[in-house]
């Protein structure tokens, strides 16, 4: 009898080969179920080729819980993983290579997306997960750039990353091709003073908010309260559960012109200020301050004493 040979993927391979796969169902979709195995076959892909990168450190960090790691259990694949989100945090804290918060909330954002489909079958229109899926391909690819030696790739994985970087270009081409379409629809929405900003779902700056949101780009639409929540953890990258457990602000409030809660700080280090995304008012940093005895926000006059309404006709109440 012929002795089968054994399948075996290295772990750049591995990951490699499922972005590869990715694009053939992603970039031109005949179905429902194209689109599922190219977002699970991306999120496997990108944890395959950061866990790989992490491994070139140590291939202890590979173990969630590095206080069990033993060669034995390595060699054989039987052991617990390290998360997807402890594999970012070694990356950025072991290995110093930076990733952006933008970036790492897309990446969760595709793990939000592959959780969906696992567990509840949901899947989110076409046009945004193609335009998603943009998105991390290049930070992948990125990241390959920055942070794989040319002298780790074998000649099988260098032929992938090849034909993973052509496919690029038809990717980009859709986008500017949705982008003609759909120009001169922004172009009337800004001349009517709209608020445009970036869509949660598909990244693009063709969110419009006005009474609710709706996307130009991708069709996305909901209420302000929900789509001002997923901005936050989506776009800004600021997780709820976070801020919770581990402190911070949590970066939403009610609005000072319609008193939605659906106000939000645009403070993510590289530009401030507000917008509210139910009624659309947006403010510079500059013109919105905390109240000095509430704590909430409230915009600021050539009178303003560091207090909002509410809490100066308290104190004048009380007087």
């Known amino acids: 009898m012929m002795k089968q040979k054994e399948l075996t993927f290295g772990l750049l391979e591995n990951g490699l080969d499922f972005i590869h796969s990715a694009i053939k169902y ?12 190219g977002i699970l076959h991306l999120s496997a892909g990108v944890d395959l080729i950061l866990k790989y990168r992490l491994s070139k450190e140590h291939w202890t960090l590979l173990f969630q819980n590095v206080d069990l790691a033993n060669k034995k259990d390595f060699d054989s694949g039987n052991f617990t993983s390290v998360s997807s989100k402890t594999c970012i945090e070694r990356l950025k804290g072991i290995c110093s290579i930076e990733i952006d918060d933008k970036s790492a909330a897309q990446l969760k954002h595709l793990r939000d997306r592959r959780n969906r489909l696992e567990h509840f079958g949901i899947l989110d229109s076409e046009i945004a997960l193609q335009v998603a899926f943009c998105k991390v391909l290049n930070f992948a690819l990125d990241f390959i750039e920055d942070n794989v030696e040319q002298e780790d790739f074998e000649t099988i994985e260098r032929e992938i990353l090849e034909e993973i970087r052509s496919s690029l270009g038809k990717f980009k081409g859709f986008i500017s091709h949705r982008w003609n379409t759909i120009k001169s629809e922004i172009e009337k929405c800004k001349e009517l003073n709209m608020a445009i900003t970036n869509c949660p779902t598909c990244y693009q700056d063709a969110l419009v908010i006005d009474d609710g949101v709706k996307c130009y780009f991708c069709g996305y639409s909901d209420d302000g309260e929900k789509a001002a929540n997923e901005y936050i953890q989506n776009v800004l990258g600021i997780s709820a ?14 609005c000072i012109e319609c008193g939605s809660e659906s106000m939000v700080h645009l403070d993510d280090g590289e530009k401030g200020g507000w917008i509210c995304f139910t009624c659309g008012f947006d403010w510079d940093e500059s013109d919105v301050c905390f109240c000095i005895s509430c704590g909430s926000p409230h915009q600021v006059d050539v009178d303003d004493i560091g207090m909002c309404d509410d809490c100066i006709n308290y104190r004048l109440s009380r007087d």
């Open 241 to 254: 559960y976070s801020t919770v457990k581990d402190g911070g602000e949590f970066p939403l409030y009610y």
């Open 26 to 37: 992603l970039i031109n979709p005949s179905n429902k179920s194209d689109l599922k195995y």
